[in-house]
């Protein structure tokens, strides 16, 4: 039976009249995979509703931070006794000291933490701190890794960058991306060519220890080993930036996983329970140089707000008191993994490391940037629309991870690779 869409097709055209793209952020316009985008009322566990009544088993899960699923009860009502005492103050609260305290305390690596109020804030934040300690000013970032938009950072960036217009942004000066070098993810001698062209003006290197941003590229065995020991050679700083494998990969993220520590990490996405929030840290030494205990300026006026502190407590909670979430979680993608390899066979490759996943149709195997453009687009758009219009609700772009949740149902599943079994 044809999905109905008509009111988010009227919304659609309504919010191009005032909003860029009708869209708050470029993903959303379904612009690689055509079509119109599907207008969101409501969420509960696995599954996400539209404003025409559709219902979706959803793989996106607000880009990761939905881990224990839609409207966790224990957090929702959290969150409404929070928002009882008052939306924002200005001024510190407890909250903020109990979430920072948590943080530290499950990613030790992170002896003192700051809190913004997005993943881009917090990246941006990290590097000026990097900068600030160094007394250096380039840093290097690796092709298709995405670090949010702040201005240095847009050089070969991933997420929605790759399946825009633009590879990279307009509006950005040159000048601000003249200290950003861009190596090659996985490949250890363009890291090391950079280092002996700029060696004692490198401040550091920023990293998605899992790259989910250019679909999901993992870590080939002993680069990231190699990115620890050729920052402390040079005298650079090693930022891991897990905002979205933080909490997702593990309870202690990409750090715990791979056991290395980095000098700074950033977060996001699961720190505020599904709340608008982000926080770095690292070594006390570093993120000393922050104001107001060094010269390094970063604020923010809703920085560390109650609810979306509060939301992060309780989530954080959960996943730490209950570690077999993660063990279940992994289960359950590797379910939806072997369906793809199954089904659709050397069209795809599929990357899978504990709750997410990619399916790129192309028949190489995704290790970094190169690969992963070698991905048929415009497949994956037809597989997107197809499951889309069967009720299972992926990311609009082919360079975006599935996130799969701690309410998804062996229903779901099973549902989910009988769709995909069936396509042709």
């Known amino acids: ?44 566990g696995s599954k996400i509703y539209d404003v025409d009544g559709n219902e979706y088993i959803d793989y996106v899960c607000s880009w990761g931070p939905g881990i224990l699923g839609h ?15 008052g939306l924002t103050f200005g001024a510190p609260t407890k909250k903020e000291v109990e979430l920072a305290d948590l943080i530290t305390e499950i990613m030790p690596a992170m002896e003192m933490v700051r809190l913004v109020s997005s993943g881009t804030e917090a990246v941006m934040s990290a590097i000026r701190v990097a900068r600030g300690y160094t007394k250096r000013d380039m840093i290097i970032k690796f092709k298709g890794c995405y670090h949010g938009h702040s201005d240095g950072l847009l050089v070969k960036a991933g997420s929605a960058a790759l399946t825009t217009a633009v590879p990279d942004s307009a509006g950005v000066p040159a000048s601000y991306t003249s200290n950003t070098l861009v190596a090659n993810y996985n490949d250890e001698q363009s890291v090391a060519d950079l280092f002996a062209n700029y060696q004692d003006k490198i401040a550091a290197i920023v990293v998605e220890p899992v790259a989910a ?29 897990e905002v979205i494998t933080g909490f997702r990969l593990g309870v202690g993220g990409a750090t715990a996983h791979y056991g290395i520590t980095p000098d700074l990490i950033t977060l996001g996405k699961i720190v505020g329970g599904g709340m608008p929030i982000g926080a770095y840290g690292g070594r006390k030494d570093v993120m000393s140089v922050v104001s107001p205990l060094g010269g390094v300026y970063q604020a923010g006026t809703l920085s560390g707000n109650p609810i979306a502190t509060t939301a992060g407590i309780e989530t954080l909670r959960i996943l730490k008191n209950n570690p077999e979430i993660y063990t279940l979680l992994e289960e359950k993608t ?12 050397d069209k795809v490759c599929v990357n899978q490391i504990g709750s997410l996943m990619s399916i790129f149709f192309t028949k190489e195997n995704v290790v970094d940037y190169a690969t992963a453009m070698t991905a ?39 549902k989910t690779c009988d769709l995909i079994a069936a396509y042709k």
Do not use: W
């Open 376 to 414: 048929d687009t415009s497949e994956y758009a037809r597989f997107f629309n197809y499951l889309l219009e069967r009720g299972i609700y992926t990311a609009p772009a082919q360079f975006e991870a599935m996130f799969v949740s701690d309410a998804h149902t062996k229903e779901d599943l099973e």
């Open 1 to 44: 039976m044809e999905q109905v869409i008509t009111k988010s097709k009227q919304l659609f055209e309504v919010a191009k009249e005032k909003i860029p793209g009708g869209v708050n952020s470029p993903v959303r316009a379904f612009g690689s995979v055509g079509g119109c985008p599907r207008f969101m009322e409501e969420a509960k």
């Open 213 to 241: 941003n250019m679909g999901l590229v993992l870590p080939k065995e002993g680069f990231l080993q190699f990115l620890r020991d050729i920052t402390k050679e040079n005298g650079a700083l090693l930022i891991f930036d």
């Open 71 to 85: 409207a966790r009860e224990e957090v929702i009502e959290a969150v409404k006794e929070a928002c009882g005492k």
């Open 334 to 345: 590797k379910v939806l993994a072997k369906a793809a390899k199954e089904a659709l066979g």
